[in-house]
């Protein structure tokens, strides 16, 4: 029941629109290869953002595609079905929409533009937002964040014998 609680609090955030994917599902690879078979249609893409180019009454968002999650959120892979662009009707700042977060849009297919990443021409589906969602940094683990099971010893970290505190330390080694 904890369990289940904290799920909905964590989700509580998201958009309704974000949290299900409307049927049927509609890859980026489709798209760019029919365009004109999937104008107007309602898709739920999400992925890393590239860019942000705020216009003078919308901002562009060029995102990465990637698979997403039940929920919503992009999965951290290397896998990818190409780029969109998102026309979003508000201001999106590109300090906090920087280049690497995480970004999820529902909306609809309303073309696609072609612009160039460094030398090469790319033609991107277009994405007219209804709703979006920035999903916070996933924090980064240490290794030693925690013990596998209970007595777990890792016999190589141990703070008194490091390099880095005998160099900081000498006098400790006598």
């Known amino acids: 029941?904890?369990?289940?609680?904290?799920?909905a609090a964590c989700a509580s955030n998201v958009p309704k629109a974000i949290s299900t994917q409307p049927e049927p599902a509609i890859t980026v690879d489709a798209v760019r290869s029919n365009l004109n078979q999937y104008l107007g249609?309602?898709?739920r893409w999400g992925g890393?953002?590239?860019?942000?180019?705020?216009?003078?009454?919308?901002?562009?968002v060029e995102v990465v595609a990637r698979q997403l999650y039940r929920s919503g959120r992009p999965k951290e892979t290397d896998q990818t079905q190409g780029r969109f662009m998102v026309t979003v009707a508000d201001?999106?700042?590109p300090t906090?929409?920087?280049?690497?977060?995480?970004?999820?849009?529902?909306?609809?297919?309303?073309g696609?533009?072609?612009?160039?990443?460094?030398?090469?021409?790319?033609?991107?589906?277009?994405?007219?937002?209804?709703?979006?969602?920035?999903?916070?940094?996933?924090?980064?683990?240490?290794?030693?964040?925690y013990y596998p099971y209970p007595g777990y010893y890792d016999p190589w970290y141990d703070p008194w014998y490091s390099p880095f505190y005998l160099h900081h330390h000498?006098?400790?080694w006598w």
């Open 96 to 110: 906090v929409y920087e280049k690497g977060r995480q970004f999820t849009v529902t909306g609809t297919i309303t």
């Open 170 to 172: 000498p006098h400790y």
């Open 91 to 93: 201001f999106l700042d």
């Open 112 to 145: 696609s533009m072609e612009q160039a990443i460094d030398a090469y021409q790319y033609n991107y589906p277009v994405v007219t937002a209804e709703a979006y969602h920035l999903w916070e940094p996933v924090p980064q683990r240490s290794r030693y964040d």
């Open 48 to 60: 890393e953002i590239a860019s942000v180019k705020p216009q003078t009454d919308s901002t562009l």
């Open 41 to 43: 249609k309602k898709v």
């Open 1 to 7: 029941m904890c369990l289940s609680l904290l799920a």
